[in-house]
Nanobody, 116 residues
Framework: QVQLVESGGGLVQPGGSLRLSCAAS????????MSWYRQAPGKERELVAV????????NYADSVKGRFTISGDNAKNTMYLEMSSLKPEDTAVYYC?????????WGQGTQVTVSS
């Protein structure tokens, strides 16, 4: 069964850091383009970062460039999102996505709250 499970979210103060994890099962994540999205209350889901298959390249939304880093660990079949210099506007539910098949596969999401 193809599945993505996110973890690592939580409450952090502005300027702080968090690392999100996305554990993949039922497929080899490095074979596919993998992404992180986020959705803030009342807003549409937006693309945050993309890791192309085999880690060929990384792309970021302008709002997170220089602060977030997407990466993958092939041995653990897990993708990460390192977030630093967090701002209140980064508050959202973060989802990982695998570009498998026609619709792709979504994780269940993990809440990130940036607040003092």
């Amino acid at each position: 069964q193809v599945q993505l499970v996110e973890s690592g979210g939580g409450l952090v103060q502005p300027g702080g850091s968090l690392r999100l994890s996305c554990a993949a099962s039922g497929f080899t994540f490095s074979y596919y383009a993998m992404s992180w999205y986020r959705q803030a209350p009342g807003k549409e889901r937006e693309l945050v970062a993309v890791l192309t298959s085999a880690g060929g390249s990384r792309n970021y939304a302008d709002s997170v460039k220089g602060r977030f880093t997407i990466s993958g660990d092939n041995a653990k079949n897990t993708m990460y999102l390192e977030m630093s210099s967090l701002k209140p506007e980064d508050t959202a539910v973060y989802y990982c996505f695998a570009g498998i098949g026609v619709r792709g596969v979504w994780g269940q999401g993990t809440q990130v709250t940036v607040s003092s």
